[in-house]
Each structure stands twice: as structure tokens, then as C-alpha cells.
């Protein structure tokens, strides 16, 4: 039940807020060619697109507002014409975090409710659940909201694409930094125990010199008491903790960490140290343990990356837009990261569907995809070719100061081999559209 409601009140929030009239420039100019039901999923009128998502359940925290954020975004787009057109509609169902329940909903949205594509399907355990049915099913799998490089095959899933920074290469560009900027120090790894962290570790093991390493300590995402695997960090004498966590465990492992009298420095991936939500956590997990504490006090200093422009960066004209939908159609959530990641991969989804032309097959879109997509909002090109699923290829150093990410250096890109360099990208970022919306 509570998947379906989910259901019904993300595609009638949709409708409702596509029901503004407005000007209709940007995706929503005429042409002779008329509007048909051209696949699954694609009336002369609407597109509908599903997705699974960690409505509740332990990467509910932060993760939950992505897809209500999308919705935004689609919500926005909808009122200025649409996409040629067509109004999107866009159901996305709870799985708890759960890949069972995943394979159920998706199985759902694409044999009863026929979606034309599955949308940032979040998870990495999640999303392996449901990945060769998709592809098997012909279905588009596009921007996996996850950086597992499992996404990248396109011989054998060329459906499926990611979107964000693969792990690979996060952990490469977290790892030279680590390397240069602690270097004799004790590293000690705290990472999920599957794809997520495995793939991380990776790309830390490629930069980071073995004999740094002291400890290794996994956790799984059902299993809330990280007190073992904190206290052998702790007795390692791991001095900085690169943690592959998303954020309930960060906060996790930051509590843990106190309540032994440990400080290590933490360098946390992108994935799991959203400030805001980071802060949320820790007052709020302290809170059910009989403490106070101040949230932002306590996220100062986290070393991460990111693949997008920071939220602090005001003058930055993706920021600006993104900020003006979020105040429009989802001002209920906080502005924070999870929101500009939901906006940014919308944009990303738009931008594929005015590609993949005025009446799409589903095939279309992924030929679209595979033949390249403008930067966007991302801080590094995409890497997406007929031979190359993923997605985002870089990103900045930055550090958690005052509640908001702070910058720190240039933009990095590098490829997911041992060998591969890490670069500068000198390129400047493009600004946002003055309408809010890609061109065709």
C-alpha cells in the first residue's frame, strides 16, 4: 500500500504542478510532425518514466528527497511545453533499500505500468537486483543513482547507464589526495560491504601505498552496531578513516568514533557526506542515545569530493536555477545536495529524451546516449559513448566548513585503470540556459 500511494501522489503531484500555464519556451516548440504513441510508456501527450527509490528504510536519510527533487525538476519542465510536447510522469515506488522489494516495484512498473524507462534507480545492492531483468526486457536503465562500475557494460547491459562518479574513480581522486596530503600518517578504510565500497577501495588501493593501510573494516547496511569495526580502526591506530559509506553510517561512525575519545580525520565519499544531512543524522542519532550535540560542529572538517557545483557557490547559474525550482516545487525539503542531485540528473534525462527525437522507441533514447551528451550541470564531461556507460568523470576536492562544502582545487578527471592518469580539467563549466531547460 504504501508503494502505491507513492505512486499515485509523485505522478499526480506532477500533473498538478504541470497544470501551470506558462510561457512555453525551451522543449515545447511545434513542428509539422505529429505527436504519436511511439513506445511503451509514450502517449501523443506524456512520457512516463519509473524508478525505485529508498523512501524509507536505512538510506531513506538524505536519499529520499532525490526523487521528489526530480520530480521537481520535471515538474518545472512540464510548464513550459514539456519535452515536444509531452508531459512527463514520473512513479517512483518505495523499496525500502531492500533488493527484493526493488525487484518487485520495478517488475511492477515496467509489466503493469509500462513505463517507457527506469530513472535513477538508487542503490547499488538495489539496483544488481533488477539490472538483467531490464535489460533482458529491453527497457532503458538510465542514470543508475549509484557509482558502482557495474553499470559500464555495455556489451552485455546496453541499456543500462550511470550517471554520477563511479567509485573507481572517486576513490582515485580521494586517494591521491590522501596520499599527498597525509603522507607517513596510519589510513584506516571503513567502506559497505559490497559493490559500492569494494569498487571504492579500488580505486584507493590504485593511489594509496598498502603500507599505509592499517585497517580495513566493512559494514553492511541492515547491522547498525559499527562499534566492533570502529573500535579496531581505533586500535590500529588509523590516524585518517577514508569512509565508502552512505550517510546513516557516516554519522555512525562519527558517533562511534566520540563516544571511544577517537578523532581520526574522516575523508568520506560524495555519496555519503551531504552536510546538511550529515548534521541532521548526528542530532538526530544522538538524540535517541540521551545526547545533545551540534551537527555542524561535528561535519567540520570532512574531507569529500564533489561532481557538481557546491551549494556555497551562490553566483554559479546551475546553483541559481536549481535553487529557483526547488523554491517553486519542492520547497518543503532542505536545499541541500540530495536536492541538486535529483534536479541535476532531471536535467541530464531531459537533455537524453530531446535527443532521442520528437516520437522516441525506446531504443532512441539509449542511441542517444550512446552518442554523447553536453556536460550539463556536471563539473566533468561524460563519458558516454557506444562503449562507455559511465557517466560523470571527475570531480574537486572540497572540505565541510561552517555546514556547506568548500571547495578546494581544481576539477580532477582520471579513467577506472591503475595506470590512468588524474588530470586537470581546464575547461570552464558551462552556464545553465536562461530558460532552465536544455535545447533540443
Not at 501551470?20 to 512520457?47: D, N, Q
Not at 542530532?283 to 561535528?298: D, M, P, R
Request: proline share 6%; charged share 10%.
Amino acid at each position: 500500500m504504501p508503494a502505491i500511494a507513492v505512486m499515485a501522489t509523485a505522478a499526480l503531484a506532477v500533473a498538478a504542478c504541470s497544470s501551470s500555464s506558462s510561457s512555453s519556451s525551451g522543449s515545447g516548440s511545434s513542428s509539422s510532425a505529429a505527436l504519436t504513441a511511439s513506445a511503451p510508456g509514450i502517449t501523443a501527450t506524456t512520457i512516463t518514466i519509473g524508478s525505485h527509490q529508498p523512501l524509507t528504510g536505512p538510506a531513506a536519510p538524505g536519499y529520499s528527497e532525490i526523487a521528489p527533487a526530480s520530480a521537481a525538476y520535471f515538474a518545472y519542465v512540464n510548464a513550459h511545453g514539456g519535452v515536444n510536447g509531452r508531459k512527463i510522469v514520473y512513479k517512483y515506488l518505495d523499496d525500502g533499500y531492500n533488493p527484493t522489494t526493488t525487484a518487485s516495484v520495478v517488475r511492477q512498473l515496467v509489466l503493469q505500468d509500462n513505463v517507457y524507462a527506469i530513472f535513477d534507480g538508487l542503490g547499488t545492492p538495489t539496483h544488481l537486483a533488477v539490472e538483467s531483468f531490464l535489460n533482458a526486457q529491453k527497457v532503458p536503465d538510465v542514470f543508475v543513482a549509484s557509482g558502482c562500475d557495474c553499470w559500464n557494460q555495455p556489451a552485455t547491459a546496453p541499456e543500462t547507464f550511470g550517471w554520477q562518479l563511479d567509485y573507481i574513480r572517486e576513490g582515485k581522486i580521494l586517494g591521491q589526495y590522501v596520499a599527498k596530503h597525509f603522507a607517513g600518517k596510519k589510513i584506516g578504510y571503513f567502506y559497505q560491504d559490497d559493490e559500492f565500497g569494494t569498487d571504492g577501495v579500488k580505486g584507493l588501493d590504485y593511489e594509496i601505498p598498502k603500507s599505509m593501510v592499517v585497517a580495513r573494516q566493512t559494514y553492511v547496511p541492515t547491522n547498525v552496531n559499527i562499534a566492533p569495526a570502529v573500535a579496531a580502526l581505533h586500535a590500529a591506530g588509523a590516524q585518517v578513516v577514508v569512509s565508502f559509506s552512505i550517510p546513516a553510517f557516516t554519522a555512525l561512525l562519527k558517533l562511534n568514533s566520540l563516544k571511544l575519545g577517537y578523532s581520526p580525520t574522516l575523508v568520506v565519499s560524495n555519496v555519503g557526506s551531504d552536510a546538511i544531512t550529515l548534521s541532521g543524522l548526528l542530532e538526530s542519532f544522538a538524540k535517541q542515545g540521551g545526547a545533545t550535540v551540534n551537527g555542524n560542529q561535528l561535519t567540520a572538517g570532512i574531507i569529500t569530493d564533489g561532481y557538481l557545483p557546491t551549494l556555497g557557490d551562490t553566483s554559479n547559474s546551475w546553483t541559481a536555477l536549481f535553487k529557483k525550482v526547488h523554491d517553486t516545487y519542492d520547497a518543503k525539503a532542505p536545499f541541500d545536495g540530495n536536492v541538486y542531485y535529483g534536479e541535476a540528473v532531471a536535467y541530464t534525462f531531459v537533455q537524453a529524451m530531446l535527443k532521442a527525437g520528437k516520437n522516441p522507441t525506446r531504443a532512441d533514447l539509449v542511441n542517444a546516449i550512446n552518442a554523447g551528451l553536453p556536460q550539463g550541470p556536471a563539473v566533468a564531461p561524460y563519458a558516454y559513448s557506444s562503449t562507455d556507460h559511465d557517466g560523470i568523470t571527475g570531480a574537486y576536492m572540497g572540505v565541510i566548513k561552517n555546514g556547506v562544502l568548500t571547495q578546494q582545487g581544481p576539477v580532477l578527471t582520471t579513467d577506472t585503470t591503475a595506470s590512468g592518469a588524474i588530470t586537470t580539467v581546464t575547461a570552464s563549466q558551462q552556464a545553465a540556459p536562461a530558460s532552465g531547460i536544455p535545447s533540443p
